[in-house]
């Protein structure tokens, strides 16, 4: 692989705009790009001197057309160990699955944003033992919006998602903390479908994902000629949710200045857009994702406290998944029977060496990772049953674990004693057997009572006593 200081990329590309995009982009981070127009081209340069300083390619799906995954399966022929990344315009998963079995690393939709862009490229190209199955991949599965596809029956989850629900019901703005990958942004995409403005006007911005510069005008809006490119008006996304539910994923990525007007704007309920002479009142709602504790930053200086005032009326804190490993068999399954639903995928099942094998790994990515993890291996999965051989990295980094392991034996998330060595009280306990029942049973409150051996009119009350909130 060439040098750090002057990484090569290969751009399969033949629209002239998409190019020059790139590779601006790319040059940003360091890297020389060399474009190419057609497959032949593309080809004869891997033997060239020049090509065999490459360290990546890009391959924009429309210039082979149908004959994408052909070429990449080539190109991967001569070169196995250069990465390949896939553009396309189409989430077909069927495309996906194709395309990693040919030998792609990843697979981007169009218009990709450009962290998502650089992300990709230097996880393909990061210098240290291969981790090719922990690597992120944007398997574009659906996206269920309720509470039921929070999958875990750990007490400290139960409890997030039960704050959740009951928020979700009411008006005020809402935040929710934990590391990237844990599910900030379905559990907000949730909220919102079970709040009184399902059906009002709502859109989901990840501040990560909009170019620095853009943040404020996408936000706020701009009027014609505010500022030099400014061409035409543009409403911004504050004012595009009057009446509605604006989310606003890593919120932590705001600038000084744009967290000062953004608290101003809530605290007001007037938004004015860049070059305007007057603003315009709004009724809004504002679900905030932030991947760093506020109160933390806050208190170093980097968050403005009446932004955090403003947005935090609820605060919500999802557990990492290594706090939570009880969880991962249900997971693994529940992501084994949606992955199956795909196209050009089947339905597998997973053994206990290798559930075993998963509550192991830490999961620095979380939830997504492991998702991510499980994807990779069913597409290439021949057989019917996911065993520790097909995660290979995996067993590397978490050392041999014999099937004799039964994940169930690791318990449920139900503690019985105190950190001094005590029992808790009864109380306490039945609580979080309660908590774990409605989330294994998915909310099924019949079948809650049925296992639990009480009436449904016993479970209520029990609810109430131990001040349970039965949407959990």
């Known amino acids: 692989m060439a040098d750090s200081d002057s990484r090569l990329l290969m751009l399969i590309d033949d629209e002239p705009a998409q190019s020059r995009l790139i590779t601006a982009l790319a040059a940003r981070d360091g890297w020389r790009v060399l474009v190419v127009k057609d497959s032949e081209t593309a080809i004869a340069t891997l033997g060239t001197r020049q090509g065999m300083q490459l360290s990546a390619i890009i391959l924009d799906q429309w210039v082979p057309g149908d004959d994408a995954c052909s070429l990449i399966a080539e190109l991967k022929s001569r070169r196995p160990a250069l ?12 495309l996906a699955v194709d395309a990693m079995r040919a030998g792609a690393n990843d697979y981007l939709i169009k218009p990709v944003a450009p962290d998502r862009l650089m992300q990709a490229l230097r996880s393909a190209t990061r210098q240290e033992a291969p981790r090719d199955e922990l690597q992120p991949l944007t398997e574009k599965m659906p996206v269920v919006l309720d509470f039921d596809a929070m999958i875990g029956t750990a007490p400290n989850f139960r409890a997030a998602l039960a704050k959740a629900a009951k928020a979700a019901r009411g008006h005020g703005n809402v935040l929710i903390e934990g590391e990237s990958g844990t599910g900030k942004e379905m559990l907000l995409r ?13 859109r989901l911005i990840n501040v990560r994902g909009v170019a620095a510069n853009s943040v404020e005008s996408v936000l706020f809006g701009h009027e014609r000629g505010a500022f030099p490119g400014a061409f035409d ?4 996304a504050l004012q595009q949710c ?47 994702g932030s991947n760093l504790p506020l109160a933390d930053l806050n208190d170093a200086g980097h968050f403005h406290p009446d932004l955090l005032a ?17 969880d991962i068999p249900a997971l693994a399954r529940y992501f084994l029977a949606k992955i199956g639903e795909q196209p050009g995928l089947k339905h597998l099942s997973i053994s206990e060496g ?33 065993t520790p051989d097909h995660f290979p990295q995996l067993a590397e980094m978490v050392g041999e674990i014999g099937d004799s392991i039964n994940p169930m034996q690791q318990g449920v998330g139900v503690m019985l004693y105190t950190e001094d060595g005590n029992l808790r009280p009864l109380e306490e306990i039945e609580a979080d057997v309660i908590r774990l029942a409605i989330g294994h049973y998915r909310g099924r409150m019949t079948e809650v009572a049925r296992r639990l051996g009480i009436g449904r009119s016993t479970l209520y009350r029990k609810l109430s006593d131990l001040g349970i909130d039965n949407a959990a």
């Open 310 to 326: 403003q947005i935090s009326p609820t605060r919500i804190t999802l557990p990492p998944l290594r706090e939570r490993t009880g």
């Open 354 to 386: 290798a559930l075993a094998m998963l509550s192991a790994f830490d999961w620095p990515g979380n939830v997504r990772q492991l998702q991510a993890v499980l994807f990779r291996a069913a597409v290439f999965c021949e057989g019917n049953t996911l």
């Open 83 to 94: 990465p390949i990344l896939m553009l396309t315009t189409s989430a077909n998963p069927l």
């Open 190 to 202: 949730a909220m919102h479908a079970a709040s009184p403005r399902a059906k009002a006007p709502f």
């Open 233 to 236: 008006r543009q409403i911004g």
């Open 242 to 288: 009057d009446g509605g539910t604006l989310v606003l994923d890593e919120v932590d990525r705001l600038s000084a200045d744009l967290q000062a007007k953004l608290a101003e704007t809530l605290a007001s309920g007037i938004v004015r857009p860049i070059g305007a002479r007057h603003g315009f009142r709004i009724d809004l709602r504002v679900l905030c």
